[in-house]
T-cell receptor, first 116, second 115 residues
């Protein structure tokens, strides 16, 4: 079974609709992240959470919101979807950093979102 | 400001050739971490390697090797005797010690291995 799962895997929606993307992990990691990937732009950080009570904006948080329902769950919402939010969305997790050691992030399989 | 540049947008080589993917980074921190991830056509992101700024030893893992040079702020990735299964997008990434564990990704290099 996958350690980091995302639902749905694919979604087509219309402009103005509210959309929620869900991420669950069984790795026991405290830290979770949401990224979007656009062709030619790499991955850009939307939001991240270091624990259930800690939510932080990334570089492109406008138009998005998140909810950390539990250590294992981190949801991304588009309150009113627009076409330029069409992208591939990834959830990732990592262990809490130890001093002078940055852990790698483990990624989910991605959600392909199309906003018409 | 932290930045990762992968100048090669797309590379095509014939199977069994060696290929090097370039990565140049910018950071003001003395302590930082560099990563490489692979994204095969199936879309998932696979962690390949992490290197911290205090360890300049080159790393070899099978056909993969990494050359870290602080003098040129580069962390290049070489695939020896490439195979069709190496076809993927490869991302280089940077994490600064003072910016917690936020990772900044390069834009990726799409590698095509031709049979």
């Amino acid at each position: 079974d996958a350690d980091v799962t995302q639902t749905p895997r694919n979604r087509i929606t219309k402009t103005g609709k509210r959309i929620m993307l869900e991420c669950s992990q069984t790795k026991g990691h405290d830290r979770m992240y949401w990224y979007r990937q656009d062709p030619g732009l790499g991955l850009r950080l939307i939001y991240y959470s270091f624990d259930v009570k800690d939510i932080n904006k990334g570089e492109i948080s406008d138009g998005y919101s998140v909810s950390r329902q539990a250590q294992a769950k981190f949801s991304l919402s588009l309150e009113s979807a627009i076409p330029n939010q069409t992208a591939l969305y990834f959830c990732a997790t990592s262990e809490t950093q130890r001093e002078n050691f940055h852990n790698e992030q483990f990624f989910g399989p991605g959600t392909r979102l199309t906003v018409l | 400001a932290q930045k990762v540049t992968q100048a090669q947008t797309e590379i095509s080589v014939v199977e069994k050739e060696d290929v090097t993917l370039d990565c140049v980074y910018e950071t003001r921190d003395t302590t930082y971490y560099l990563f490489w991830y692979k994204q095969p056509p199936s879309g998932e992101l696979v962690f390949l390697i992490r290197r911290n700024s205090f360890d300049e030893q080159n790393e070899i893992s099978g056909r993969y090797s990494w050359n870290f040079q602080k003098s040129t702020s580069s962390f290049n990735f070489t695939i020896t005797a490439s195979q069709v299964v190496d076809s993927a997008v490869y991302f280089c990434a940077l994490s600064e010690a003072l910016r917690d564990d936020k990772i900044i990704f390069g834009k990726g290099t799409r590698l095509h291995i031709l049979p």
